[in-house]
């Protein structure tokens, strides 16, 4: 199971992530979002933690995406819309619901993107899960995910993966270590 902690903003809460068992953690290069991090200071949280650095997108051209990872050091782009650049990793994401025909894989993964990620409407807001199953090869939840629900999101969805930010936090952008813990180890032991 792929576990994404994101909204990492701090490098303790990206050293926390990586010790606790993440796969991933994920940083916000939306300017409006309270998690917004600058491309240098991403690079520095993640600089020698064995995790996938993720970086998130909204509605961005595929040159300014490519010049955020490279300076950032990312390994992902996750992608709200937009373009994404050629010969990177892409994550392409979607709030929900989506219609029902959109629930495609084919759809959902135009631009040989490697993964689907299936958000809430609004941050940390769940959704059916079980509008996502079936819906790509390599399924990323997220959206109102933690330690309490967790499990039950991968028994309906049967995701590759899982992401939470906002639930695991005492403000936006500081996380809350021991809720990041739980929930990942709620994930790991529901596989």
Same mark, same amino acid.
């Given at each position: 199971?792929?576990?994404?902690?994101?909204?990492?903003?701090?490098?303790?809460?990206?050293?926390?992530?990586?010790?606790?068992?993440?796969?991933?953690?994920? /940083?916000? /290069?939306?300017?409006?979002?309270?998690?917004?991090?600058?491309? &240098?200071?991403?690079?520095?949280?993640?600089?020698?933690? !064995?995790? %996938?650095?993720?970086?998130?997108?909204?509605?961005?051209?595929?040159?300014?995406? !490519?010049?955020?990872? +490279?300076?950032?050091?990312?390994?992902? &782009?996750?992608?709200?819309?937009?373009? &994404?650049? +050629?010969?990177?990793?892409?994550?392409?994401? /979607? +709030?929900?619901?989506?219609?029902?025909?959109?629930?495609?894989?084919?759809?959902?993964?135009?631009?040989?993107?490697?993964?689907?990620?299936?958000?809430?409407?609004?941050?940390?807001?769940?959704?059916? %899960?079980?509008?996502?199953?079936?819906?790509?090869?390599?399924?990323?939840?997220?959206?109102?995910?933690?330690?309490?629900?967790?499990?039950?999101?991968? +028994?309906?969805?049967?995701?590759?993966?899982?992401?939470?930010?906002?639930?695991?936090?005492? &403000?936006?952008?500081?996380?809350?270590?021991?809720?990041?813990?739980?929930?990942?180890?709620?994930?790991?032991?529901?596989?």
């Amino acid at each position: 199971m792929m576990v994404k902690i994101c909204g990492i903003t701090r490098r303790e809460d990206a050293e926390t992530a990586a010790r606790e068992g993440a796969s991933a953690i994920g /940083f916000v /290069f939306y300017p409006t979002s309270p998690r917004y991090v600058e491309p &240098a200071a991403a690079a520095e949280m993640g600089q020698g933690l !064995d995790v %996938w650095k993720v970086g998130i997108f909204v509605n961005e051209t595929s040159a300014s995406v !490519d010049a955020v990872m +490279r300076a950032a050091c990312l390994d992902v &782009a996750q992608i709200y819309g937009g373009e &994404a650049p +050629r010969g990177v990793r892409v994550w392409r994401a /979607f +709030r929900m619901p989506l219609p029902a025909k959109d629930l495609l894989a084919q759809d959902l993964l135009e631009h040989d993107a490697e993964a689907v990620l299936l958000d809430g409407l609004a941050n940390g807001v769940t959704f059916n %899960w079980l509008l996502a199953r079936n819906s790509a090869a390599k399924l990323i939840v997220a959206g109102g995910l933690d330690a309490s629900n967790v499990a039950e999101a991968i +028994r309906v969805a049967r995701p590759w993966g899982v992401d939470a930010s906002s639930s695991l936090e005492t &403000a936006p952008g500081v996380k809350d270590h021991a809720k990041m813990r739980a929930f990942i180890q709620a994930a790991r032991e529901a596989q």
